[in-house]
């Protein structure tokens, strides 16, 4: 999974991977013992969970990993489409569908009601694969 946001301070906050440990109240018990480790006052993702992430700084509209760095899957919080406005989406949304890999999923908030472009077909409400996938 590729993560990028403008803010170098959110990507180094991100990358550190750590909580305080009252959150881990928040997942099951069955992720907390799969995906993350304990410490004294903090939780940190586990190496499972570290490996699958990269961070990279900048614009959705820019992000392109190279070929070797295709995801699984490209998770899109919902607050990151609403900001552009249709030309500048449909560039964005184009441009993720080479970088899935085969069986690869885009994720999007129920906030986005419009479909993505021609580039994706419907799995399920809010979830799509690559049209030629």
Do not use: C
């Amino acid at each position: 999974m590729l993560a990028t946001d403008l803010s170098r301070r959110a990507l180094d906050l991100a990358r550190s991977a750590e909580w305080p440990l009252a959150r881990a109240e928040q997942l099951s018990p069955t992720w907390r013992k799969e995906f993350m480790l304990r410490g004294e006052e903090k939780m940190r993702a586990g190496p499972r969970l570290r490996e699958v992430v990269r961070f990279g700084a900048g614009e959705p509209q820019r992000a392109r990993p190279p070929a070797a760095a295709r995801v699984r899957a490209d998770l899109l919080p919902a607050n990151v489409l609403i900001y552009f406005d249709a030309e500048s989406k449909a560039r964005v949304l184009s441009a993720l569908a080479p970088q899935l890999a085969p069986g690869g999923l885009l994720l999007l908030g129920h906030a986005k009601r419009s479909a993505p472009t021609k580039s994706f077909r419907s799995v399920v409400p809010t979830i799509y694969a690559a049209a030629g996938a």
